[in-house]
């Protein structure tokens, strides 16, 4: 949590007046059982009822202050956490669009947006309560001890020696009973990721009679868990009867040494019970703490969690020429704005002010590129060489894991190449700044992602000079104007987050549109048609194939051979090899791969072998 | 969201509170925790022991101080008895709490398994359309938060509401036996707290709606972003999204600040109020004490000081029962959502229904009507002949009735009209289990529980030989891959090492179903999700399968069903057309549009 503490910046006046103020508010919260003795042992012992009610007085005086101080306090220190929450989620989310796509990878999307919510939620709240909570413990604690040092030293003293044995005490069965609690932890997700494949296999359960064994091996699950419940239980359960022991044998201890002391004439009675107040005062801040470190510690990991994306660098790139780029990209103004942007990073954020016009539209080649991911080591591209002449088309066709989404990733510079090189427009991509790289593809990826907003707005993205006739005719292409203009609105259809109200077929068609809108030179269809039946797909394959889509050179990935074979060369992958390259009926002559796939989409299941 | 909100009316009005409880539910309930009712009360009876105990520990100190008079002036054996009674009520008390906890979460704990296996046992039984018409997520909620919620708000609160009445009565009592004039000024000054308390939440209430409404949009945002991190690169719109979380961080920012301000002014206030009253305690105690000077009996410095004592701890309970109450109304809330479930009727099953039905593999579909909603007709009039050992393609586009269509054979749903026989026997005289055992089915989604290879292939005959067991697996073409995995027929199949492709998992539920060898199968676009290369593999094992056994095959690419006997097609729910694959190409007509559209 302290690592992250500089992005408190901006909040740090808030972080200073938030814990100093919570410092006055305990300091008042230990005079009260000073003045206490002193209504005792001077205005009791001397009987004299105007010094008792001025005490009084005083004593709502000071939960007064005490209670402007806290509210004050407590103001400061939700801006100041709420402030870390802002900045946090904002140096991350740079952070992340920064990111090259290994490292994305590495971390995998669904833990980066956890990351960015609920791991920065649970920081900021964890600052609050440690402004709030947590920090207000030690200042009574040392407020308790001082004030007692006031009455007498020697109790003090064992004061001092008595709080850190309790917080080791609390520690104690804290640490022991973790184990437990994690292991409870792993089995409730277990129990739930039973039941999940339970209720969503239910017809095979049912189709093979096991919904007895279902049960039976439900059974031993809850059986462990309810096992584990009870042992953590008899750990943690002790916290309570040891604080009450360790309090009151330290009662007994001051009562039995308080006694001498009066007898002695060091001390009057009244100062006894402010000695035994102050006593409670700390054993109860010390309890608190204790418990308040539990929860203090989930926020803790967040903040590890947090701070390791934030920590990370982007896998250094290979390229020779990355250097002279990167430097270009750097001075781009505004990167100052955001400066999480790692200096190395060709990977800029700004849009590029340079643009590509059409008519150096690109050629594109892979020279001998072999590619392997950072995580395994393995190679999922070797030797891969060959040549798209603009205007043409180029298919490349492989079963699942054969490289083809690797290749397009390449080629987009999404990946830097491990060996040899990319080359668009007769330029190494990997020395063109990512932004300038975006505007010679126009791309669909093969997850269809769509973005809160109305349809149009989504199309615009690809292209947003894109007028009502350039949106309509593009959703005509994407035979997406049959489900658009039936929803309400047409075009101004609102598209929820990620596009959760819409199926998967018209998904796709509409990162269709936005991809057929786009002004670019080279087309990318990456296995973009799976959701769709076969007569759609072939009405947009009509349209990919003709001569009217607005990039004139045209790379579609497909699995299936319909989908490439018309295309005026082909690319066969395997296991991350070239297979072959040449037309459909140069590859049917000469490659055997392309020719089993061919028979297999062609074959037939029923025949016997 | 509707959950939260009652509560908070709950809290603005105290008296509706009761009748907003939902009493049915929670005479369920009381119903189902009748087992446990004596040991509730055996803990309740022991940590009121243990309560009494730690309240008489104050007493003893002020004694204690009482002996202490002034120099030279100190009863010591006073102080030493006194000291010895302490230690005593410290170690009841203190293993009392423990014991008294311990057995009041034993029975939480216990009755939260109890719930869960009764639920699960539940959903196993309930019939298939009732777990079509409820997320998986919303099940799984029920089966862990819910009967969790249960637990904490019906035992553990109950705990706690009982601890607390039994803290303010007992200190109640030892005040008023101390003095019973100031014992009324804290009697009545303290329920402000309370009040105070109640106010702020509510008003904090609507800066609580608002934070977790821009806490969920901005969360939305970060998803979108992220999951889409590559389209933004691809179309350059990293800026502008950026502007747009930086402006709904900041709405965030604003109202979590308020809300986090707000809420958190309670404890505070809280302690101004105890603080005022501690004061007017200690004022009137400390006038007390000076007007009696040293009547007998009266009282004295050091009973003045465990008055305070006592003070301090009937506050602390009112807010923590206020707690309770929210808790118990989401324990019944909860227990609702488990009870809907539990009370829903099993799947009815005939009495005279048979079980014993071997088919030969003869499916007569005759005149059937059925639809999911009574308002959307879904199949009509659909007639089908299998005969034994036929292979039957059903064809179609998305969303045409090919799936309901196994439903129903499944008799996982039963039809509205018409008639399903097997062997001249309506299949809604055979039970369930009896028509799902002549059915060997092969999903899209292979479906593998967790487990050894050899445990999964003999799902469907738990008492298999290993030779049988490997038998299977040659038919599956399935042993040459499982021998090389680590451990062979031991490996489990969620072991990452392993790492089973698709196609492997494929081939391991054919295997399972060689084992029981069915008399007919179901194949539903079960190897769509394979590449073709792939499919190969897997489909010289379903060759073998469907050798000799009547076959229903949904399929998306009509290549692979081109040599089946029968290849109904279906648009919309009901046959547009029907007949092998040449006859069908003839026609002319929807197939062979379909056919076309994937061979050119």
Same mark, same amino acid.
């Given at each position: 949590?302290?690592?992250?503490?500089?992005?408190?910046?901006?909040?740090?006046?808030?972080?200073?007046?938030?814990?100093?103020?919570?410092?006055?508010?305990?300091?008042?919260?230990?005079?009260?059982?000073?003045?206490?003795?002193?209504?005792?042992d001077k205005g009791i012992k001397e009987g004299d009822s105007g010094y008792v009610l001025r005490q009084g007085g005083l004593l709502v005086l000071i939960a007064a202050l005490g209670w402007i101080f806290a509210i004050s306090a407590q103001y400061f220190n939700a801006k100041a956490s709420m402030g870390f929450g802002l900045n946090l989620r904002t140096a991350l989310f740079d952070k992340i669009l920064a990111m090259d796509m290994e490292t994305v990878d590495r971390f995998t999307i669904p833990s980066l947006i956890t990351r960015t919510t609920t791991d920065v939620t649970r920081a900021q709240t964890g600052l609050n309560m440690f402004l709030r909570l947590i920090l207000r413990n030690p200042f009574i604690v040392a407020g308790a001890i001082i004030m007692s040092g006031v009455i007498n030293v020697r109790v003090m003293i064992i004061y001092i020696i008595l709080v850190p044995l309790i917080a080791l005490a609390f520690y104690l069965t804290l640490r022991f009973a973790r184990p437990f609690y994690k292991?409870?932890?792993?089995?409730?997700?277990?129990?739930?990721?039973?039941?999940?494949?339970?209720?969503?296999? +239910?017809?095979?359960?049912?189709?093979?009679?096991?919904?007895?064994?279902?049960?039976?091996?439900?059974?031993?699950?809850?059986?462990?868990?309810?096992? !584990? @419940?009870?042992?953590?239980? $008899?750990?943690?359960?002790?916290?309570?009867?040891?604080?009450?022991?360790?309090?009151?044998?330290?009662?007994?201890?001051?009562?039995?040494?308080?006694?001498?002391f009066v007898n002695g004439g060091r001390l009057l009675n009244g100062s006894i019970i402010?000695?035994?107040?102050?006593?409670? @005062?700390?054993?109860?801040?010390?309890?608190?703490?204790?418990?308040?470190?539990?929860?203090?510690?989930k926020a803790n990991v967040s903040s590890a969690r947090i701070k390791e994306v934030l920590d990370s660098e982007n896998t250094p790139l290979k390229s020779t020429e990355t250097a002279s780029s990167a430097e270009t990209v750097n001075k781009t103004p505004g990167d100052a704005e955001c400066p999480y942007v790692p200096a190395e990073g060709s990977e800029s954020v700004k849009e590029a002010t340079s643009s590509v016009s059409k008519s150096d539209a690109p050629y594109v080649s892979f020279e001998n590129v072999s590619f392997s991911y950072a995580r395994n080591g393995k190679y999922a591209l070797s030797g891969i060489s060959f040549g798209v002449?603009?205007?043409?088309?180029?298919?490349?066709?492989?079963?699942?894991?054969?490289?083809?989404?690797?290749?397009?990733?390449?080629?987009? &510079?999404? *990946?830097?190449?491990?060996?040899?090189?990319?080359?668009?427009?007769?330029?190494?991509?990997?020395?063109?700044?990512?932004?300038?790289?975006?505007?010679?593809?126009?791309?669909?990826? @093969?997850?269809s992602i769509l973005f809160a907003g109305t349809v149009k707005e989504n199309i615009l993205f690809g292209n947003p000079q894109a007028t009502d006739d350039d949106v309509d005719e593009a959703l005509? !292409?994407? +035979?997406?104007?049959?489900?658009? *203009?039936?929803?309400?609105?047409?075009?101004?259809? $609102?598209?929820?987050?990620? &596009?959760? !109200?819409?199926?998967? &077929?018209?998904?796709?068609?509409?990162?269709?549109?936005?991809?057929?809108?786009?002004?670019?030179?080279?087309?990318?269809?990456?296995?973009?048609?799976?959701?769709?039946?076969?007569?759609?797909?072939?009405?947009? $394959?009509?349209?990919?194939?003709?001569?009217?889509?607005?990039?004139?050179?045209?790379?579609?990935?497909?699995?299936?051979?319909?989908?490439?074979?018309?295309?005026?060369?082909?690319?066969?992958?395997?296991?991350?090899?070239?297979?072959?390259? =040449?037309?459909?009926?140069?590859?049917?002559?000469?490659?055997?791969?392309?020719?089993?796939?061919?028979?297999? @989409?062609? =074959?037939?299941?029923?025949?016997?072998? | 969201m509707a959950d939260r909100k009652s509560r908070q009316a709950a809290g603005e009005k105290k008296n509706k509170t009761k009748s907003r409880i939902d009493t049915a539910t929670v005479k369920k309930l009381v119903r189902l925790?009748?087992?446990?009712?004596?040991?509730?009360?055996?803990?309740?009876?022991?940590?009121?022991?243990?309560?009494?105990?730690?309240?008489?520990?104050?007493?003893?100190?002020?004694?204690?101080?009482?002996?202490?008079?002034s120099k030279g002036n100190v009863d010591f054996e006073g102080v030493r008895n006194s000291c010895v009674i302490i230690a005593v009520c410290v170690a009841i008390s203190a293993v009392f709490a423990y014991v008294s906890k311990m057995i009041l979460d034993r029975i939480a704990f216990k009755t939260v398994k109890r719930f869960r296996e009764s639920l699960f046992a539940k959903?196993?039984?309930?019939?298939?359309?009732?777990?079509d018409s409820h997320t998986p997520g919303d099940m799984i909620s029920r089966l862990i938060n819910d009967i969790e919620q249960i637990s904490d708000g019906m035992i553990l609160s109950f705990a706690e509401l009982f601890s607390g009445i039994v803290t303010i009565a007992g200190t109640l009592v030892f005040m008023f036996m101390l003095d019973w004039r100031i014992t009324l000024i804290v009697l009545f000054a303290t329920p402000f707290t309370l009040f105070v308390a109640r106010f702020i939440a509510n008003s904090t209430y609507k800066y609580f709606t608002r934070q977790t409404k821009d806490n969920a949009s901005l969360t939305s945002s970060v998803e979108e972003s992220v999951t889409g991190i590559s389209v933004l690169r691809a179309f350059s719109m990293e800026g502008r999204r950026r502007a747009l979380l930086r402006e709904e961080g900041e709405k965030l920012m604003k109202s979590s600040t308020s809300a986090t301000f707000f809420s958190s002014t309670v404890l505070p206030t809280t302690r101004l109020i105890n603080g005022i009253i501690y004061a007017a305690v200690g004022v009137a105690g400390a006038l007390t004490v000076i007007k009696n000077g040293s009547v007998p009996g009266g009282l004295t410095v050091g009973l003045l000081s465990s008055f305070l004592a006592y003070a301090t701890k009937f506050s602390t309970p009112f807010n923590e029962i206020s707690g309770v109450m929210a808790e118990f109304q989401g324990a019944v809330a909860g227990a609702k959502r488990v009870f809907d479930v539990l009370e829903t009727p099993d799947e009815y099953e005939a009495e005279d229904s048979r079980d014993d039905v071997e088919s030969k593999g003869g499916v007569l579909i005759e005149n059937v009507d059925f639809s999911y909603d009574p308002d959307v007709p879904l199949i009509r009039n659909f007639n089908l002949e299998a005969k034994p050992g036929q292979r039957v393609a059903i064809v179609g586009p998305t969303g045409c009735g090919k799936t309901t269509f196994i439903n129903l054979l499944m008799r996982f749903y039963d039809v509205d009209a018409g008639r399903i026989s097997m062997d001249g026997t309506d299949i809604r005289k055979i039970t369930r289990d009896c028509v799902h055992r002549n059915y060997g089915m092969v999903l899209q989604e292979t479906w593998l529980r967790s487990g050894t290879v050899r445990d999964n292939i003999a799902m469907g005959r738990p008492g298999a030989t290993d030779e049988e067991i490997q038998q299977a697996a040659k038919l599956a073409r399935a042993h040459s891959f499982i021998i090389k995995l680590p451990d062979g027929y031991n490996t489990e199949v969620s072991n990452e090492l392993a790492g089973l492709s698709y196609g492997q998992k494929q081939l391991i539920c054919i295997a399972r179903l060689m084992l029981t060898s069915p008399p007919m199968l179901i194949l539903d676009e079960a190897t769509s999700s394979i590449d073709t290369r792939t499919e190969i593999k897997v489909q010289s094992g379903f060759k073998k399968l469907m050798r000799g056994r009547t076959s229903f095959i949904v399929a998306h690419r009509l290549s692979t069903i081109k040599n089946c006997d029968q290849i109904v097609v279906m648009r919309d729910g009901v046959i547009e057309e029907q007949g092998t694959h040449a006859e069908l190409l003839g026609h002319d007509g929807f197939y062979k549009e379909l056919y076309e559209s994937q061979n050119n």
């Open positions: 949590m302290f690592k992250l503490i500089k992005h408190i910046k901006g909040y740090r006046l808030y972080a200073f007046f938030g814990p100093f103020l919570k410092l006055l508010e305990a300091l008042m919260e230990t005079f009260v059982p000073f003045i206490m003795s002193l209504i005792i292991k409870i932890t792993n089995l409730i997700d277990s129990i739930s990721t039973f039941c999940r494949e339970s209720i969503i296999g +239910v017809r095979s359960v049912r189709a093979f009679g096991m919904q007895n064994k279902e049960c039976a091996d439900f059974g031993e699950k809850t059986e462990e868990l309810f096992e !584990n @419940q009870v042992k953590a239980d $008899r750990i943690s359960a002790l916290t309570t009867p040891l604080n009450t022991l360790m309090v009151n044998g330290c009662v007994i201890l001051v009562l039995i040494i308080g006694s001498s402010a000695l035994v107040n102050y006593l409670f @005062q700390i054993l109860l801040a010390v309890g608190r703490t204790a418990t308040l470190m539990e929860s203090f510690n002449e603009k205007g043409s088309s180029l298919g490349i066709i492989g079963g699942t894991g054969s490289g083809k989404t690797t290749l397009v990733n390449l080629l987009q &510079g999404i *990946y830097p190449a491990t060996e040899g090189r990319v080359l668009v427009g007769g330029r190494d991509v990997s020395g063109i700044p990512a932004a300038e790289l975006t505007k010679y593809f126009s791309t669909v990826p @093969q997850k005509r !292409n994407s +035979v997406a104007d049959e489900f658009v *203009y039936k929803k309400e609105g047409g075009t101004s259809f $609102r598209v929820e987050y990620g &596009g959760r !109200n819409l199926s998967g &077929g018209q998904k796709q068609r509409l990162t269709l549109a936005r991809a057929f809108v786009r002004d670019a030179g080279i087309l990318v269809l990456d296995d973009s048609t799976s959701a769709l039946d076969y007569v759609t797909e072939s009405k947009i $394959r009509k349209y990919v194939t003709s001569g009217n889509t607005r990039a004139s050179t045209k790379i579609i990935v497909s699995q299936r051979i319909s989908a490439v074979s018309v295309c005026d060369k082909i690319l066969v992958l395997d296991e991350g090899k070239a297979a072959g390259f =040449g037309t459909h009926d140069e590859l049917l002559e000469t490659c055997d791969t392309y020719k089993e796939i061919w028979l297999s @989409q062609t =074959g037939d299941l029923g025949e016997e072998d | 925790l009748k087992g446990d009712i004596a040991f509730i009360a055996l803990a309740l009876a022991i940590s009121l022991v243990s309560i009494v105990a730690s309240l008489y520990i104050n007493v003893q100190i002020g004694r204690a101080v009482d002996c202490m008079v959903i196993q039984r309930v019939s298939v359309s009732y777990i």
